[in-house]
């Protein structure tokens, strides 16, 4: 497949690339890369499966009790608003050990999540190995990667497909590769394997980008209809396999989740994104943003290569942010796909080698800031400690350790303009040291801290133990079988058959014995005739909500 010419690099530039993503640096960083995300990304992981991961969890145990299938299921039943392709690698991932464990469900995102490392430094490593490493630390840095990657996060294969989309015809391009637009189809495919429509048409729509800001309008007309052939030919197999799995009835279930229901309703503005992302997205986003508007008019002359990447990635950011805007279902991590394209942006601050001007001041402050970062964790760190001991003391975290890794890190920032002589070097190490101290404080702090106020397994114990001693039916009352009820399910030992009641007649009308799961407000607010049937056996969380185990006397 041949969707244009070359190419946007001169040829000493394509020939100096070409040479280096050859080269053994290139390989050794990729590397690197890979195995340092992939310890990060799965180091010191929570017990147990808490808040919206649960969902994905208990979709990878029904596959594993059940076999596979097209759809993954929830209390037996398809569940219609994502492929099975995700689950299918948890399932193999669990297959040896028997169960799905938080590192065997964990692992695939972490995979998808490093590659997406690779690729962003590669991309950048055409124009220089420091922006490449600039772009990684960079993503290190930014909020809501380094939280996904260290989840269930299905919207890392989208990220994944759009960065791997990019490369592919910026190398086409750039590094005389024409052979791998070949790949874009299977890639697009995969894409939609994983996460639907939107794993295909993001993709497609920034490779279409891409070529539009080139004004190569052959090639972008090419990629769009290949895009559009392979979006009916995946959606007609998806369509085929819900009527396989569920019949008439769960086709149309799947095409509401997928696509018409994430147009209608109420949702957020449509600036949702666009001011969110400072915060979610920080400090790639902020700092993409102030090198763009720095930059604007070198990249719209197309003054050089440097300004001529800085636009693509641009115009990538632009169409992921308008794309999603529209859906009235919006959710931070549909933005993922982002992050490669802010942290190449965002890193140009890094690698930009004007001794004056306003990206320089910038360039001195952000970097004076990094060389305090750890050192100002660690008393955040120790503040944190002591405000645990004295007010929240279930909150449990491995204190010492971090601030001992943190403390080594601020030791390491004091000396670094000793030991780096260079000044792009001395940039790059600061960068290093600044995102280590990051994802110390997430491993340590960040992720206990919200395991502690989200733990579940302790309720989940003491509802089995009481089921051992007395049989009888688990009954969830006005609990949303989505969401807290998920949560409950994915911790059990031995999998149960629940049922789903909203009214105290059905309650009644049931057969007992009863074990009746119930939030503790809706427990309280209940009136004394519905209640004076219950015994209060327990009390517990689910999430960070507080429920109540009841038994149901049926004979008074």
Known sequence: MTLGPQSQLSPEEAAQAAAFTRGRY???????????????????????????????????????????????????????DYPAASTFLIYLLSLPVGHVTPLTAIVPTAIASALILVVTYRIGATRSRQWGLAAVLFALLTVGFLSASRGITLDQYTSLVVVVSFYLV??????????????????????????????????????CSYYLWHRRWRPLALAAVLAGILLGLCLAGLLAAAKVEGGEAFVRTVLDAQITGRMQGRGEAVTYYWYRCFASYA??????????????????RRSSSDNDLLGSLVLWTLVVLAAMSIPAAKKMRYMLPIVPAISLIASYLIVEVSPQGVLSAIKRLFLGLCSWLAAGMAVAVLIIFLVAWRIQPSWKAPWLSTLAALALLAALSAGSHRRWIDHRA???????????????????????????????RPFVSDVEALYERDPGTLVFFRVHPDAEGIKFMVNLSKPLVPRF?????????????????????VFRSMPADDTKQMRLLGRGKIGHADFVILAMDKQA
């Open 501 to 521: 009641l909203d009214s105290v007649d059905e309650l009644r009308e049931l057969p007992g014995p009863l074990h009746v799961v119930m939030k503790e407000q």
């Open 170 to 207: 910026y190398s086409a391009d750039g590094l005389g590769r024409r052979k791998r637009l070949w790949l874009l189809a299977p890639t697009w495919i995969f894409g939609f394997a994983f996460r639907g429509p939107i794993g295909l048409m993001l993709p497609g729509a920034v490779v």
């Open 26 to 80: 290139a390989v050794r960083d990729s590397l690197l890369i890979f195995l340092v995300a992939m310890i990060a990304f799965t180091f010191a992981l929570t017990p147990e499966f808490v808040g919206f991961h649960a969902r994905f969890a208990m979709f990878a145990q029904e596959m594993l009790r059940n076999g596979p299938t097209f759809f993954p299921t929830t209390y037996h039943r398809p569940y219609p």
């Open 426 to 456: 001395n940039a790059l190490g600061t960068l290093v040291i600044a995102a280590a101290a990051f994802v110390v404080l997430h491993i340590g702090i960040v992720d206990p801290i919200s395991y502690s106020q989200e733990r579940t």
């Open 283 to 300: 400090l790639a986003y902020p700092l993409a943003i102030i090198v763009v508007a720095c930059r604007a008019r070198d990249m719209l």
